[in-house]
């Protein structure tokens, strides 16, 4: 089986890795190096219960591909030897006024419904937990089964891992063509023409730029996120996620803290902004006083990419099933690549139509 795949992202490395491991012959596509687009700038939060937002479907599809992760990361690590970030403390959700603590009441009644533990913290329990909250915090959230991952350590070893199984990444290579010949698949590369049993277009906010021959462009838009990178100076660093109105904040063991994210409709335009920096530089101290004396070490802009149902296109066009789309995925790029990946190498390698093709199928554009 010889499938190329456009992207080298987190979605285009995670099936790149499912598929070179399951034996296919892989070749990985992109205009930069792996992981250099959207990945470089996510804070790699693992947070389905709070990052669904209401929606079932992104609910459950997340709910799947957390519980990925810790087999994802022994794996890992034990074949490649690699670092990786990763921790599952939970998230603490912050109420900084009335009404945000109601909500939190609310989605903690919706959590032990679930079954999913978590703890409602009045602002002394608040406080007991996390020193360094806000004094004036009402309440929060402590949802158990969060966590987050070091993006730039993972998608290094997935792309280790994927070359050790064979598979091949060409940079900078920009793929603009791809046409469904029935039997196969060809790949327009400028002047070249691949062929391949399948392709799998995971190209993020540039995904619309890949025609596909007879089908319309796939609506995918650029949404920028920029992330600051802080150092934490203060004696009272956070011991997990905490996540207020306006940022999130991402504490790492080596004492670095990632702030997050602004949302900014700016087409394809991946400049930092003083005012994006101005944003979460008070969105963050609003939130923990003490990061106020933070280091700053750097900011970092991604394009994310969105479709308008706010759900990721996975699965193959009914007029071009050869043809595998994998993006969309907005914010949740990290947490969804396992389960991305397990869904298009299940496809392609075995013919297995993965009951969420029911709502993630581009067709539905």
Known sequence: MNVIVVGAGIIGVSVADVLAARGASVTVLDMRAPGRGASQASAGMLAPYTEAHGDPHLLDLGIRSLALFDPLIDRLRASTGASIEYARAGTLEVALHAHAADELAEAKRALDVRGVRSDYLDASMLRTEEPAISPTALAGLLTHVHGYVGVDGLVRALVHRARSAGAMFESPVESVGVEDRGASVEVRIGDRRDAADFVVIAAGSWSGRVRIRNLPAIPVRPVRGQLLHLGWTAPRAPSRIVWGQHAYVVPWSNGSLLVGATVEEAGFDERATAAGVRDLTSAVIELLPDAASARFDEVRVGLRPALPDGLPAIGPFQRAPRVVMATGHFRNGVLLAPVTAEM???????????????????DRF
């Open 344 to 362: 298009v190498g299940n496809y392609v390698l075995e013919g297995v139509r993965d009951a969420a093709f029911g709502v993630t199928s581009p």
